[in-house]
């Protein structure tokens, strides 16, 4: 095991919220069993705030602003919303849910002023009763700096001067940063590429990453096991130092103007059950019917419960519909990344397809109803809270990008999305 106290580790996790999120919790294991490592992270600019709350952030050195006024709002937050390790008995799938059910139902549908001052002492930080040695800055927990890569706008435009420049600086900006390790959780070209712009001898990669060829870009190549991604993450992230980690629960920042924003939408002290509903997805083949998520809101205002629609970019249409299914007495709400966090962070319940707002949910350790088509649940569900995913026999894995719902996502009913959103409510164990 690597027992130098400066170790400086590069992560790359590009791609889109839920791919971020996957490798979250590998990352924060590595931070937990690591406290003095420097942990860097090469992330997509649209992705930033899932990794730091602090816009003054972002390439590595940078000197972090307001520093001082987080510390006395959000670092007091953070001791409530900063989540507790799993047992380690609950690292598996399906199983892992079904265990850690019991664990946490009682906190599920808590609000955060809830969790008690005692769970959470001011020094030294402690996690799951475990005292640790360094207490996580609650505006970035996980990582020391950011590097932006734009990788999808590069694709736009791959040859034009703005490209060629930030590709260069990146690669100056990397090479300067001495790492020891890079860990690239993307398993593509392009994430490999990037890794190796760093110049470091080890750079580390799944023994089957997502794109095979990325793997001869490797110096080492390890072989994962797991059937979800987190979980093989999970055993990438164990590579690094010989470690053997578990799963734990990922820690996301806590920004305190979100928070602020926030208590206008869903006070704290409002006695009432909130449910956020997800229309978007990815591509159309995943997209459950609107008309059926508009019929699930109107069935939960019936049942007195506070519904909300996630208005993503590009999907404002999609959650006004939902509101006029609903009789106006849902809510569409628009918010950036920091305010979903924090949106999410309150909500009793989520009910969504395979998107990234789920997979937040997931993260936040709120249960969640997953609505599934063309994607593995078994890989790509959800993971680490209380969940029950829906998905027909008739679906099978397809990544074709499609505009029209897959015909097994149509089977699934609003009474059956209903039934799963009230059986979690009343905290049963998912399936």
């Known amino acids: 095991m690597h027992t130098q106290s400066k170790f400086r580790l590069l992560v790359v996790r590009l791609g889109a919220m839920g791919d971020i999120l996957h490798a979250l919790p590998a990352v924060t294991a590595l931070r937990q069993a690591h406290p003095g490592w420097v942990i860097d992270w090469v992330v997509e600019p649209r992705w930033r705030a899932l990794l730091s709350a602090d816009p003054g952030v972002h390439e590595p050195g940078a000197r972090p602003k307001a520093q001082e006024n987080l510390a006395s709002g959000a670092e007091q937050a953070a001791e409530k919303l900063l989540p507790t390790q799993v047992p380690e008995s609950f690292v598996t799938g399906h199983d892992f849910s079904r265990a850690a059910s019991a664990a946490t139902s009682s906190r599920a549908l808590a609000p955060a002023e809830c969790f008690s001052e005692s769970e959470y002492p001011n020094r030294p930080f402690s996690v799951a009763g475990k005292a640790l040695a360094f207490r996580p800055n609650p505006a970035r927990p996980v990582v020391d700096g950011l590097y932006p890569a734009a990788t999808r706008e590069w694709r736009n435009s791959p040859l034009s001067r703005k490209t060629l420049h930030e590709i260069k600086e990146l690669r100056r900006a990397l090479k300067s940063g001495d790492y020891d390790a890079v860990i690239d959780f993307q398993g593509a070209v392009r994430s490999a590429v990037i890794g190796r712009m760093a110049g470091c001898q080890r750079l580390i990669g799944e023994a089957e990453p997502r794109e095979r060829v990325a793997r001869w870009l490797y110096t080492e190549r390890v072989q994962t096991h797991g059937a979800h991604v987190i979980e093989q993450d999970v055993e990438l992230a164990s590579a690094v130092a010989g470690d053997d980690l578990k799963h734990v629960s990922p820690w996301l920042p806590v ?28 591509w159309g083949a995943k997209r459950w019917p609107v008309e059926r998520y508009a019929t699930v809101a109107q069935g939960l205002v019936d049942r007195g419960m506070r519904v909300l629609v996630n208005a993503g970019p590009g999907e404002e249409m999609l959650a006004g519909t939902i509101v006029r299914g609903a009789g106006g007495a849902a809510t569409a709400v628009a918010c950036n990344v920091e305010q979903l966090i924090a949106l999410t962070r309150r909500v009793a319940l989520a009910i969504a397809g395979d998107t990234g707002p789920l997979h937040l949910a997931c993260a936040l350790h709120r249960p969640v109803v997953g609505i599934y088509g063309p994607t593995d649940p078994s890989r790509n569900g959800p993971f680490g809270t209380r969940f029950k995913v829906l998905r027909s026999p008739e679906s099978r894995r397809d990544h074709t990008r499609n505009a029209a719902p897959e015909a097994g996502l149509l089977t699934i009913s609003p009474e059956v999305v209903l039934r799963a959103a009230d059986e979690l409510l009343a905290g049963e164990d998912a399936e």
């Not at 979100?258 to 997805?281: H, K, Q, S, T, Y």
């Open 255 to 282: 920004d305190p103007a979100a928070e602020a924003w926030v208590d206008g939408v869903l006070p704290r002290d409002a006695n009432e059950v909130a449910v956020l509903i997800n229309p978007g997805a990815g």
